[in-house]
């Protein structure tokens, strides 16, 4: 047998001794260690790095129904995490956490927004408005109200997004006919299907004038 890692003649049963594989793999890594390693090792440290950035913690200022709210989160927090988990305003709901059900629907300067998809770091300075900052005090919003008249809402899980939609509709102009506010509310689910309790509801309101 061989020292080395030599290929045994042809026709021969003859296999390398464990010697020779030894010798030869640690030349072959050796090699393939040289060849690699600085690419590899830089990609390393770089996702070691952003790790760390992400992984962070900083403070976070939004302000959220007319009031300045301070929290440490970490960048990647959606918003609707940051309501819910750090903020305590548990009526924005977490339903598929994908933008495809509208159960966690905000107003972001006046503008509907799934706040599953976006991130709070990034609406720091807006007007951040809430289900809970619908009502005045013990007064309701002529939405919720028309929503109770109507029964708008039956286990009532998708009824702040439907809110928070509702209203803006209203104020965009959308709610003039039934066909547009289902149009304009379609991004909105409701599992029991209230639909047509919820339509009458948002024309109350627009018919009733208001624009709040």
Request: proline share 4%; hydrophobic share 35%.
């Amino acid at each position: 047998m061989t020292d080395d890692f030599t290929p045994a003649p042809s026709g021969s049963d003859e296999l390398p001794s464990d010697d020779g594989r030894r010798t030869f793999m640690k030349q072959a890594s050796g090699l393939l260690g040289l060849a690699l390693a600085p690419p590899l090792v830089g990609q390393a440290e770089r996702l070691t790095a952003m790790a760390k950035k992400v992984e962070g913690v900083s403070e976070m200022r939004l302000k959220v129904n007319g009031t300045v709210r301070s929290f440490k989160a970490e960048p990647r927090v959606s918003l609707l995490d940051a309501l819910r988990e750090k903020l305590d305003l548990t009526g924005s709901k977490k339903g598929c956490d994908h933008g495809q059900c509208g159960a966690c629907t905000v107003l972001v300067d006046g503008k509907r927004v799934n706040s599953c998809l976006t991130l709070a770091v990034m609406n720091q300075g807006k007007e951040i408005t809430t289900v809970e900052g619908l009502a005045k005090g013990e007064d309701l919003h002529p939405l919720q109200q028309a929503f109770l008249d109507h029964d708008g809402f039956q286990c009532g899980y998708c009824t702040p997004g439907q809110l928070m939609s509702g209203v803006a509709c209203i104020k965009e102009g959308h709610a003039k006919t039934d066909g547009d506010v289902r149009e304009w509310m379609s991004g909105n689910l409701c599992r029991c299907g209230a639909y047509p309790n919820i339509v009458a509801a948002i024309r109350e309101v627009e018919k009733s004038g208001f624009k709040g």
